[in-house]
């Protein structure tokens, strides 16, 4: 983890420039065959924010709440991680179900993303909640399905079943370390845990979609979900993420997600992405991206931003994906929203400069989900 505490190690180390993408897959028109469905937002600072007293305003400067500011810039779809126990109870399981109730009650549906951890697990880290960490590979199963099944049926009860969740997030080699990690290209371990997850989350609510999600744009999709394939896991919809200035170019996410669609069968999504509006710093953390213009033709200004959003949207949904969601659009700078569940009052933020809302709290022009 770097300074900032959320770019997650594990990615691309340098940035990569993105090539020009072909004019095709620019181009805004639609087919009645290919849309968008899945217009999600992962807000899960947002709950913080708002305990503290952030104001969010739509972009005519409308104080709202932030759902219904991004509603209104066409999200359908929200996205809650989930902590088993971290220090700051944020989004321990009390919390997501606290904020599930929002979140339905605006006519949103959820996606649940399983960490399986007490902080950050990403494609560099899947640390082991602290009440699992003696625990062998049969015992990590059983807590793995107990876990989630809890989750899902205590949201169930209170009326706001998860539409889908996530068994683990960006998990490129395994999860739950080390006996859930990948090494010398043996998947069981990791199998087992995916399926236990999968079992669990059926067993609450068949219909829930089960999502397994890497961040495997740039290389080794078909290694990691031929892995665990060979192990007999099951899921509903393939997820990856795509930041151009860690994955490269949009051709290449592209041609990605084409091949994820179909070698599996299945539908696919991005789970996360993002772009900076500025180079400008609101706190005394580092942000995380901080070039005047990280990728090729799109520099870090709301113009840029939205631009880079919509090329990716666009690109996507030509290559047939289902979904798009942008990672962490309500964090702009609050006091005391830091990023280290172990210490989120002192520390900052270094994803602000990302936020689709400005350092007021303001919705930036220009920034649309498009079906």
């Known amino acids: 983890m770097t300074a900032s505490g959320i770019r997650r190690a594990g990615k691309v180390a340098s940035l990569l420039t993105a090539v020009t993408l072909p004019a095709a897959l620019l181009t805004p028109a639609v087919s009645a065959a290919n849309s968008l469905s899945m217009l999600g937002a992962d807000v899960s600072t947002a709950q913080r924010a708002l305990e503290l007293g952030a104001k969010y305003y739509d972009a005519n400067g409308v104080a709202k709440d932030p759902l219904d500011v991004l509603k209104g810039a066409g999200v359908n779809y929200v996205r809650l991680r ?159 993420s795509y930041y151009c200035y860690w994955h490269g170019s949009m051709s290449t996410m592209a041609g990605v997600l084409t091949d994820m669609r179909s070698r599996y069968g299945k539908p696919v999504i991005l789970a996360e992405t993002a772009y900076p509006y500025t180079t400008a710093n609101h706190d005394r953390t580092t942000n995380v991206i901080s070039a005047s213009q990280p990728c ?7 113009a840029g931003q939205a631009a880079n959003f919509t090329a990716v949207q666009n690109t996507a949904r030509n290559v047939g994906a289902i979904g798009i969601f942008y990672w962490e659009p309500t964090w702009h700078a609050v006091p005391g929203n830091g990023w280290d569940p172990a210490d989120i009052t002192n520390s900052g933020n270094g994803w602000e400069n990302q936020a689709v809302f400005d350092r007021n709290g303001r919705l930036l022009p220009g920034i649309r989900w498009t079906p």
């Open 82 to 240: 989930i902590w088993n126990n971290p220090r700051s109870g944020y989004n321990n399981k009390a919390k997501v179900l606290q904020y599930a109730r929002t979140v339905k009650a605006k006519g949103l549906k959820l996606m649940v993303d399983f960490h399986y951890s007490d902080t950050w697990a990403d494609p560099g880290k899947q640390y082991k909640p602290a009440a699992w960490a003696g625990h062998g590979i049969s015992q990590l199963q059983t807590d793995v399905y107990n876990y989630t099944y809890d989750v899902c049926t205590s949201l169930k009860a209170q009326g706001t079943v998860p539409d889908s969740v996530q068994i683990g997030n960006e998990i490129n080699t395994g999860m739950l370390w080390n006996d859930g990690k990948v090494v010398n290209n043996n998947f069981t371990n990791l199998g087992r845990l995916l399926k236990a997850g999968y079992n669990a989350t059926k067993a609450c609510n068949p219909d829930t979609q089960v999502i397994i999600h890497t961040a495997r744009i740039e290389s080794g999709a078909r290694w990691f979900y031929d892995g665990i394939r060979t192990q007999g896991v099951q899921w509903d919809i393939t997820a990856l």
């Open 296 to 302: 090729s033709g799109y520099p870090a200004t709301p």
